[in-house]
């Protein structure tokens, strides 16, 4: 069953096409990486995707739903992590969860059972009670994804999840990206400039290049395209979107890397 489609989706910002003609399907409790050089048109996909940006052309349903006509249904089956901040360093671990509780109307009697689950999963239980400045860079990550699956999401946008974070903390964000997979056949579209993370975690990648899908396929099977299948994903990466690849944790260092990365694409 297909979570995600979209039909010649298109988004532009005045004379600059930003996202020209998508079309692509997801199917259910896949993970599915979308890679392209910044500017590519990725973030404004994921935008569109969550409702955040209207399209300019083209349709997409999420869950089942349309992103324009049926907005409020496909907001409550997704949960989105941006690329910028989203976790308040001036409360807990817990308060950030209880707030996204109440923002998606959780009964009063289902939250503290939830939040507690939540935070035993991501391996926060016992930072619950801190503030969250004081967490590391992978323990806020790990708190965003939380606060975006609180209200169990049948889609998962994850955009660059694991920016700036060092190879540690960027292995127990895969693995617990996989047990939302594994435990509730949750639908991840990620973005990752990273070609390991998306070789170990996507079923299949896309690749983006000036608003268009260049490339499709399973990382095997887009390895397989290039250089005879001698290939790795980088290769395959520069072959198709003919750019190279670039990618700190405290909370003031977290704050400053996804400001910096907070772009179209």
């Known amino acids: 069953m297909n979570v995600i489609e979209t039909h010649q989706l298109t988004r532009q910002f005045g004379d600059f096409t930003a996202v020209n003609g998508v079309s692509l399907s997801l ?23 969550t409702t955040l940006l209207p399209p300019s052309g083209g349709s997409a349903t999420v869950a089942g739903y349309d992103i ?39 009964p009063t009697d289902v939250r503290e059972e939830r939040i507690q689950r939540l935070l035993e999963m991501m391996g926060l239980q016992d ?19 939380a606060q975006s699956v609180i209200h169990r999401p049948r889609v998962l946008f994850l955009d660059e999840p694991t920016v700036g974070l060092d190879p540690i903390a960027r292995t127990s ?11 509730f056949n949750t639908t991840i579209l990620l973005t990752t400039h990273y070609m390991d993370e998306a070789d170990d975690l996507c079923q299949r990648i ?40 670039e990618a700190p944790g405290s909370y003031i260092e977290t704050s400053r890397t996804r400001i910096n990365a907070g772009r179209v694409g």
């Open 27 to 49: 199917q259910e409790g896949e993970i599915f990486g979308l890679l392209g050089p910044n500017g590519a048109g990725k973030t404004t996909m994921i935008k569109m995707l």
């Open 68 to 106: 324009v006509a049926q907005s409020p249904q496909v907001r409550r089956s997704t949960g989105y992590v941006p690329q910028l901040l989203s976790a308040d360093g001036n409360m807990t671990g817990y308060e950030n969860l209880l707030i996204f509780a109440k923002i998606f109307d959780l």
């Open 127 to 145: 930072a619950a009670g801190r503030m969250v400045k004081t967490y590391s860079g992978g323990m806020i990550r790990k708190l965003e994804i």
């Open 173 to 183: 964000v895969w693995e617990h990206i996989r047990r939302l997979r594994d435990e």
């Open 206 to 245: 896309a690749i983006m290049h000036q608003g268009q899908l260049a490339a499709i396929g399973s990382p095997a099977e887009l390895k397989a395209s290039v250089n005879g299948g001698g290939a790795n994903l980088n290769d395959v990466f520069g072959h198709y979107a003919g750019a190279a690849l």
